[in-house]
């Protein structure tokens, strides 16, 4: 999917993979408004293809900080 203005208006959080790897949020402060936008730096390498499910497991223990109430376990 390619990173457009009308995608991060839409959005309500903000994911990057790395920020230090490959200066992700960068590029999207660079080009993009975040104004009143929350970023999510998730520290995963963008170095994996698509269903990999290595990074499957990655983006659900990284993203549930960002997604889950405080206490609740994820759902199944």
């Known amino acids: ?6 995608l991060i208006d839409w959005a309500d959080l903000v994911f990057v993979m790395s920020e230090k790897d490959d200066g992700h949020l960068t590029f999207i402060k660079n080009n993009f408004s975040l104004k009143g936008k929350r970023v999510c730096d ?35």
């Not at 999917?1 to 009308?6: A, H, I, P, R, W």
């Open 1 to 6: 999917m390619v990173v457009s203005q009308e």
């Open 42 to 76: 998730l520290d995963i390498p963008d170095n994996y293809g698509r269903d990999d499910p290595e990074l499957i497991g990655l983006l659900r223990e990284r993203g549930k900080e960002f997604l889950l109430p405080q206490g609740h376990p994820p759902a199944l």
